[in-house]
């Protein structure tokens, strides 16, 4: 053999061992990228708000549901309902505020978190300001909705919610959506006895939408507040008057019975289904364009070795 020979197999093997190499970093990187898709889905599903429905406490229920859930869990203590969205959620309370940042309200690791309580607050939420946090997540769930308040038709539509705690029913009205930062000390601070005039003017100063309620020192606040997808840093808050006045859903009165909760559950399975089947559907298609590919090789290299046995013949 000679040494132009040598060279020609040297560069055949070399051609092939990048080829099929580039061919895995492709495999790989596509089911990398369908992993990740197929991950968020699942983390976006295990903090749907579907999840905790059965323990919602109702009229109906009598908080039966909820006190199985404060058996698995004693760290909730309320639930939280934000009339026309998807915020409707055990409320949690850690003895420090990160602990609930990763766990659930179940109190299982999960990267959704809960909605939880501010450690510093009373859990009875007899303080003036109470800060429930949340993770902002797409989809809508958690507090991802809360960044929708920054439409103002949004905001003037949606007035109402309620907070369930210490087995009652309390009203929530919204006066106010805030985009600040994490480092607002005058928004999120909790207020004692003195500065909540002061505390009051300020948020309603810094609000991009309000309404006038009529707030005052003597009132109770609450803060829901998330992330921010606008700004570094960035904080989205929904302020509400906590009130022993329990205020009418009229979204939910609006739909049919059952209606939206069906389906939504049709539409998630239907999103899961159309997922499994694409995941599919591109692997086929890898291996397809990889058998594509490795047969159009050995048609080049054959049609190569036979152009060179015939030359090689004529000479």
Not at 112 to 138: P, Q, T
Not at 197 to 215: C, P
Not at 226 to 252: Q, Y
Request: net charge negative.
């Amino acid at each position: 053999m000679t040494a132009e020979d040598t060279g020609k197999k040297a560069i055949k093997i070399i051609d092939s061992i990048v080829g099929n190499a580039l061919l895995t970093v492709i495999v790989i990187m596509v089911a990398f990228a369908f992993y990740a898709l197929w991950d968020s889905n699942q983390i976006i599903k295990a903090a749907d708000k579907s999840n905790y429905e059965v323990y919602k406490p109702t009229k109906e229920n009598e908080g039966k549901t909820f006190a199985e859930l404060k058996a698995v869990n004693p760290e909730v203590i309320a639930w939280l309902d934000v009339y026309g969205t998807n915020i409707d959620y055990p409320v949690t309370q850690g003895e420090y505020n990160m602990k609930y940042v990763n766990t659930s309200a179940e109190g299982k690791y999960s990267i959704s978190g809960a909605i939880f309580l501010d450690s510093g607050n009373s859990s009875d939420f007899s303080d003036f300001n109470n800060i429930l946090y949340g993770h902002h997540m797409d989809k809508n769930v958690m507090f991802g909705e809360l960044e929708r308040f920054s439409v103002k038709d949004i905001f003037d539509g949606r007035r109402y919610g309620n907070l369930y705690y210490n087995g009652q029913d309390h009203g929530i009205e919204f006066f106010a959506f805030i985009h600040t930062d994490a480092y607002d000390g005058e928004v999120l601070a909790l207020v004692g006895e003195e500065g909540r005039q002061e505390y009051i003017g300020n948020l309603l100063t810094e609000a991009t939408h309000k309404r006038d309620v009529g707030i005052t020192a003597g009132d109770r606040i609450v803060l829901l507040t998330t992330c921010s997808s606008d700004s570094t840093n960035g904080r989205d808050i929904l302020a509400g008057r906590i009130t022993d006045e329990v205020f009418a859903d009229k979204f939910k009165a609006q739909e049919a019975d059952g209606q939206k909760s069906q389906t939504a559950a049709v539409t998630s399975s239907l999103v899961e289904r159309l997922f499994v089947l694409s995941l599919l559907l591109a692997i086929v298609l890898i291996v397809c364009i990889a058998a594509l590919v490795s047969r159009d090789r050995r048609m080049k290299k054959n049609k190569k070795k036979q152009h060179e046995n015939g030359h090689d013949e004529k000479n």
